[in-house]
């Protein structure tokens, strides 16, 4: 009969449960005997359970089998004999690493485009990793009497799980936001963090938890001519929104040039008497005066109209239509910066520009 002095698991990372027997053909592979050792690696815990019962669970660490750390298994096996009677015992080495990159992904499941009203198929794939969190829970609720069980194993098992949960998700995220199957990416990371919560829900009897969960997309499939076409629509509108959005934010950004522009169309009935004030004044200031009052103009111009009336009185009216024409020729050129900047379009320009020349004649 042989006898077990070690007790090790130095296999592959991805086995989560590996149940211990002996190399030996020879051998009943859960006889074992007091005094053994019992080596547990970093981020390892071996479980013993005798007839169906956990006796005890050892962290990493190197152990050697007595009554004093087996406090129950004198009454269970019954030893009189000493040290080296041989008992039989399950020993379980459970990993608690992180198992990596498991995969999952949808098959494509319908949903009703609002503006258009046209299912359109869309799927998801995503990655998830899985740690062994209780140990006991974990080979008394899943295990059972499994040897080995690996972390493609468990993904298998929950992956149905996971699938019915991201479809679900997705589907009331949409709703509640009002989007289209074709704005689903946006809600990539809500729809990852929510399943994951509901997810560990589920997951709590069994021991395990989810470390990480990441939704790497929310496709459309379009190998369909009518989704093809939706498709189409749908980015023909965004377009159309985002050069509207850029619109106002040119407008947002020239700020000062929009109160300008404000400023020109409350002056316009002011500006229709350029060239007919008080007493037919053709090619006087009454009506230039009129529109830079409504431009918060007039006080630099009085003020230069002032002095140079005060400085020769007979020249005064050819002064005031010199000034007159370099205000208007400064009211052209922010007309000009108004175009530049989006506030006017060209036609507009062209039009305010024509007006405003021909009053000057």
Not at 262 to 276: C, H, I, M, Q, Y
């Amino acid at each position: 009969m042989a006898i077990i002095d070690v007790l090790k698991y130095d296999g592959p990372n991805d086995v989560l449960v590996w149940k211990w027997r002996s190399e030996s053909i020879s051998s009943r592979e859960e006889e074992l005997r007091m005094g053994s050792q019992l080596i547990v690696n970093q981020s390892q815990e071996a479980c013993f359970f005798k007839g169906g019962e956990l006796l005890d669970v050892f962290g990493p660490g190197t152990h050697t089998l007595s009554t004093k750390n087996l406090p129950f298994l004198s009454k269970l096996v019954g030893l009189v004999y000493g040290g080296d009677t041989p008992f039989s015992a399950e020993v379980y080495f459970v990993n608690k690493t992180v198992s990596m990159d498991s995969k999952f992904g949808l098959m494509p499941f319908n949903m009703v485009e609002p503006t258009f009203k046209v299912p359109v198929p869309v799927s998801c794939r995503g990655s998830f990793a899985l740690i062994v969190k209780d140990s006991k829970r974990f080979l008394t609720n899943m295990i059972g009497t499994v040897k080995d069980f690996n972390t493609k194993t468990l993904s298998e098992l929950f992956r149905g799980v996971i699938s019915e949960n991201v479809k679900r998700t997705i589907t009331k995220i949409s709703r509640e936001q009002n989007l289209s199957p074709l704005e689903l990416e946006s809600i990539v990371y809500e729809v990852g963090t929510t399943v994951k919560s509901i997810i560990n829900e589920h997951l709590q009897d069994f021991g395990i938890e989810i470390k990480l969960f990441n939704i790497e997309s929310i496709p459309v499939i379009d190998e369909d001519q009518r989704v093809k076409d939706v498709v189409a629509q749908f980015q023909k509108i965004m377009a159309a929104d985002v050069d509207e959005r850029m619109r106002l934010k040119r407008r947002a950004e020239n700020l000062e040039v929009y109160k300008v522009e404000r400023s020109f169309d409350t002056t316009e009935k002011a500006a229709e008497n350029l060239g007919g004030g008080e007493g037919g004044d053709a090619g006087g200031t009454g009506g230039i005066i009129g529109t830079m009052i409504g431009l918060g103009m007039v006080n630099p111009i009085a003020q230069q109209m002032g002095d140079m009336m005060a400085k020769n009185t007979p020249n005064a009216h050819q002064a005031g239509s010199v000034s007159a024409s370099e205000e208007a020729i400064k009211l052209l050129k922010q007309l000009g910066e108004l175009k530049d900047a989006g506030v006017l379009t060209e036609d507009e320009f062209a039009q305010k520009k024509k007006e405003l020349l021909e009053k000057l004649k």
